[in-house]
T-cell receptor, first 115, second 115 residues
Framework: DTEVTQTPKHLVMGMTNKKSLKCEQH?????MYWYKQKAKKPPELMFVYSYEKLSINESVPSRFSPECPNSSLLNLHLHALQPEDSALYLC??????????????FGEGSRLTVL | AQSVAQPEDQVNVAEGNPLTVKCTYSVSGNPYLFWYVQYPNRGLQFLLK??????LVKGSYGFEAEFNKSQTSFHLKKPSALVSDSALYFC?????????????FGKGTTLSVSS
């Protein structure tokens, strides 16, 4: 299994809603990532989890709250978002958080629209 | 700071002709370089990587890339382009040997292959 699975594929939410994005991998990878991507722009790193611990938070607003319940799962909790937060949210995983020689495996993304 | 640059927003090539998508890097120490492709409304797919060894790296779907240390470049190439190669291509760099770091992407190059 070489897949990173993200749910839901599409999400529409109001600015007062609370929702979550979910990501799952069963490749035994110990690093997991959240990226945000606007149309035709490069992915921007949000968070990195290494061995289930948050190792990088790229100054992301607190309305985005990541969670790594175990080595296979990564969540992104969303609350009080703004319309400019509408984007494609990509989850990725990699095998070797220490050596960094490995490629990242990306999911298909969750397309979020904030009304 | 580690970074990669993709000088072309768009590359146009006729089917059957060779293609090149350019990437230059700026890193301290030895770079770990990657190429990814993204089709519309999809996640990123890994094409190839350079960690060490031969300067010519072969990857998926007939793509290859040449690492040139003196020119700090890592251009993506294919001898004969297909219409199905039309997509958004990202060059990326990882910081070596720092736990929990992630890919840093170039701005992306749109490849358009005409029939």
């Amino acid at each position: 299994d070489t897949e990173v699975t993200q749910t839901p594929k599409h999400l529409v939410m109001g600015m007062t809603n609370k929702k979550s994005l979910k990501c799952e991998q069963h490749m035994g990878h110990r690093a997991m990532y959240w990226y945000k991507q606007k149309a035709k722009k490069p992915p921007e790193l949000m968070f990195v989890y290494s061995y289930e611990k948050l190792s990088i938070n790229e100054s992301v607003p607190s309305r985005f709250s990541p969670e790594c319940p175990n080595s296979s799962l990564l969540n992104l909790h969303l609350h009080a978002l703004q319309p400019e937060d509408s984007a494609l949210y990509l989850c990725a995983s990699s095998q070797d958080p220490g050596g960094n020689t490995g490629e990242l495996f990306f999911g298909e993304g969750s397309r979020l629209t904030v009304l | 700071a580690q970074s990669v640059a993709q000088p072309e927003d768009q590359v146009n090539v006729a089917e059957g002709n060779p293609l090149t998508v350019k990437c230059t890097y700026s890193v301290s120490g030895n770079p770990y370089l990657f190429w990814y492709v993204q089709y519309p409304n999809r996640g990123l797919q890994f094409l190839l990587k350079y960690i060490t060894g031969d300067n010519l790296v072969k990857g998926s779907y007939g793509f290859e890339a040449e690492f040139n240390k003196s020119q700090t470049s890592f251009h993506l190439k294919k001898p004969s382009a297909l219409v199905s190669d039309s997509a958004l291509y990202f060059c990326a760099v990882r910081v070596p040997n720092q736990a929990g770091t992630a890919l840093i992407f170039g701005k992306g190059t749109t490849l358009s292959v005409s029939s």
